[in-house]
């Protein structure tokens, strides 16, 4: 081991050093980590790049701990959370323990390219870094370094709609770049200079969506393909050559790939059908497969490379298989290889270890790794199972630290960089959901404290496609309890998912009162099975959202209170009928939460109904009367653009609501004097507050409030911030707090439990 390396290592172990440490500083470090602790530390730092570029050291040191308790190393975790930084307050809460699906996969970059998602992404080397250069639906192309996750210069404008593809090819011994929009317009820039080299419209040819590079007879050429066929351009001249190559007239092409074969340039196109065709004569020269063989389930990818020699091309079809097709003897080699379940989205080709693999990007938002010659899987699947947001729309192939990585790009607008060897990745992160949580509440099995957490898993079983609503964990130590509930079969290829959760202890036994579609189901927690029958808001067909689930006694009837797409309802849930009061409310609720008031039960809501002097409609809180549906008192008005979070709390024996609007501010309500208390908290730098949760630390009520991706805590005596701000590396879905004092976020498809911090409070 050199000095250099052991520096790093040094270095790289040290957490004082990270947090405080220019990333600028840090980051040349991180590929010459060889101790497992420097390692860890690298993984963990890895995690949220792109935050500690831009973040001040108290920020880095509350996600490099979190992200560390993602990694499943609680040791680490604390010593980032320990490390003072000079003149600023320790934190209130730190991560006691956190899952790890959407950290423990390999990643090792995440990029917020595009706004509005990307589509296309390519990889070449720029003054000897690896760089990635995106195409967005912004109808911008950037280029990113991979090492340290920033942008390369200013974006490439020209493009005036979403940009389809982005190819990097050499032209006259310089970088270049070429990129396709949705209008079939194309632009080659170069790379170095940042300026244009051509520009030229396919507009006249069909609707171009793809998008090769060759070299013709010395020449640089660009292939287009439109949903028939394809066409040659010359880049010097932005002129046509030969005529178009058109023989998906029975179904649309959905990918190109260029090799050599015999010293000749062949295309490959897949769609309905996979042709081969001679380049320079435009002539067809074969059929990737026999004809019939993937009618039912067409071909949606396809990349070239060479296999022992061989040229051969790599095909995905829908159904998931994936076929090598040697160009040369024009036969399948091998049998098809199985395991896309999600469908096969792009293809790219790589040396690993000294073999030739593909890999391939799902629709399902993973990468699989293949070897190419022994037909066979390496490893577990890069990346995770997406609920709709990161599919793997492109995929491209990069070699950082010496290591082979997938980039890949999705409609989240994020382009993410996975390493794909086949040594093990750091930590020992737990894995629980595999998709977004979306609910999570605190409970008890026999005077067990426990987690439940539901979201948008699903698995198949017997042929019926299932949710697997639900989870348990420790809260103590985080670690599941048995496996997933299961709760219904959903069918009619329904895939729905948990969107509330609350507890309830009725009548000796824990229940989870759950939020799925649009019905309320009650699950006996210690038995492990349903109670009674589902409360279903509604039987019209159509997508409905469970938005909130809240439980109270009424005249010492146990009774929920349901709220699913806008439309509130109250049950009984010994009968799991609905509750025999009308059902408080009226237009369109955004926020539900229950309390007391005057010894009754109520229940305060938000809606649209107000409209002011200038005649705007403003978001109203308003309580009412569980037991006779009626309203108490007036509305209140104050927020200025809707409320989405609500919940309520106790000031010196007095009722008050909490509220958290789209305006950026977080506001207090008296509930039995009907008015606002002070003046609006604000604390998330104008962006929505969308989650609001309240609990008593010390003696005092608190509100913790959440915006996109931070926490803040309020004193409710006093409106004033309690701690400072907490960041998160990505959406908050979720926010609740426990009896005890501990905070439960969920972010994308992870939980972390925060704990007191030890320092609370300390300057």
């Excluded at 209130?92 to 296309?120: F, K, M, S, V, Y």
């Excluded at 005036?160 to 396709?180: H, N």
Aim: glycine share 12%.
């Amino acid at each position: 081991m050199d000095g250099n390396t052991e520096d790093a290592d040094l270095a790289l172990s040290d957490c004082a050093y990270l947090v405080m440490a220019d990333p600028a500083e840090v980051i040349p470090l991180l590929g010459r980590a060889r101790s497992p602790r420097a390692r860890l530390a690298t993984a963990v730092y890895r995690l949220s790049l792109t935050w500690h570029r831009d973040e001040p050291p108290e920020v880095r040191r509350q996600i490099l701990s979190l992200d560390a308790a993602r990694l499943g190393d609680g040791e680490l975790a604390r010593c980032f959370a320990e490390v003072s930084v000079a003149g600023a307050a320790w934190p209130e809460w730190t991560p006691r323990w956190a899952t790890g699906n959407g950290a423990g996969q390999r990643r090792l970059l995440a990029i917020p390219a595009h706004e509005d998602g990307a589509g296309a992404v390519a990889c070449t080397l720029l003054d000897g870094r690896p760089v990635a250069v995106t195409g967005g639906d912004d109808t911008l192309v950037r280029v990113w370094d991979l090492t340290t996750g920033s942008a390369v210069g200013d974006s490439f404008a020209g493009h005036e709609a979403v940009v389809k593809a982005v190819v990097c090819a050499e032209l006259d011994g310089r970088p270049v770049i070429a990129s396709l929009d949705a209008h079939g317009d194309v632009w080659v820039w170069d790379l170095v200079t940042r300026e244009p080299v051509q520009a030229m419209s396919t507009r006249g040819f069909h609707s171009c969506l793809l998008l090769v590079p060759a070299c013709l007879d010395g020449r640089l050429v660009v292939v287009t393909g439109s949903r028939r066929g394809a066409q040659v351009w010359d880049v010097a001249t932005g002129e046509r050559i030969g005529r178009p190559m058109a023989g998906h007239a029975g179904g649309d092409m959905e990918a190109m790939a260029c090799t050599t074969v015999d010293g000749g340039i062949v295309l490959v196109t897949a769609g309905e059908r996979g042709l081969v065709w001679d380049l320079a004569t435009g002539e067809r020269i074969g059929e990737l497969i026999p004809p019939g063989y993937h009618r039912e389930h067409p071909m949606t990818t396809v990349a070239c490379t060479d296999l022992d020699g061989r040229p051969v091309a790599v095909a995905a079809c829908a159904g998931g298989e994936v076929l090598l097709w040697d160009l040369a003897e024009h036969a399948l080699i091998g049998a098809p290889l199985g395991g896309h379940t999600g469908g096969a989205r792009d293809i790219a080709c790589a040396d690993l270890d000294g073999r030739r693999v593909a890999l391939v990007g799902d629709w399902n938002g993973t990468v699989r790794v293949w070897d190419l010659a022994a037909g066979e899987l390496l490893a577990q699947p890069v990346g995770r199972p997406s609920s709709g947001f990161d599919y793997v729309r492109a995929l491209a192939c990069a070699v950082v630290d010496g290591r082979p990585v997938a980039v890949t790009c999705g409609y989240d607008g994020w382009v993410r960089a996975w390493d794909v060897g086949a040594h093990e990745p750091a930590g020992r992160p737990v894995v629980g959901h595999t998709m977004d949580v979306h609910a999570v509440a605190p409970a008890e099995i026999g005077g067990r404290a426990v987690v439940m957490s539901g979201g948008s898993d699903h698995a198949e079983e017997d042929g019926d496609l299932w949710e697997e609503y639900a989870r348990l964990w420790d809260l103590a130590t985080g670690k599941p309890i048995g496996g997933p509930m299961i709760w219904l079969p959903t069918g009619d290829s329904r895939e729905e998912d948990v969107a509330a959760l609350t507890y309830l202890r009725l009548d000796g036994r824990d229940l989870a009162v759950a939020g799925i579609d649009r019905s309320v189901v009650l699950w006996d927690l210690g038995a492990g099975e349903l109670v009674g029958s589902p409360m279903v808001h509604t039987t019209q067909p159509g997508r409905f959202s469970m938005d909130k689930v809240e439980c109270t006694w009424v005249d010492r009837r146990p009774v929920a209170v349901s709220l699913c797409n806008g439309d509130l309802r109250v049950w009984d849930l010994r009968s799991c009928e609905p509750f025999d009061a009308p059902a408080p409310g009226s237009g369109w609720v955004h926020e539900v939460a229950c309390t007391v008031l005057n010894g009754r039960a109520v229940v305060v809501t938000s809606a649209w109904t107000h409209e002011n002097d200038e005649g705007e409609r403003e978001d109203t809180v308003q309580v009412w009367d569980l037991a006779t549906g009626e309203p108490i008192g007036t509305p209140m008005t104050g927020h200025t653009d809707t409320i989405h979070a609500l919940a309520c709390a106790e000031v010196d024996g007095r009722p008050i609501a909490v509220t958290g609007s789209d305006d950026g501010t977080v506001r207090r309500w008296d509930l039995a004097a009907q008015r606002r208390l002070g003046s609006p908290m604000v604390g998330h730098g104008g962006e929505a507050v969308r989650l609001v949760a309240c609990v008593e630390l010390d003696g005092r009520p608190v509100a913790v409030s959440g915006g996109p991706d931070t926490v803040q805590a309020w004193d409710l005596h006093t409106g004033e911030r309690f701690g400072p701000v907490m960041r998160f590396p990505c959406y908050i879905d979720t926010l609740t707090t426990t009896p005890r004092g501990q905070m439960l976020v969920t972010f994308g498809s992870d939980i972390a439990m925060l704990t007191r911090s030890p320092r609370a409070g300390a300057r």
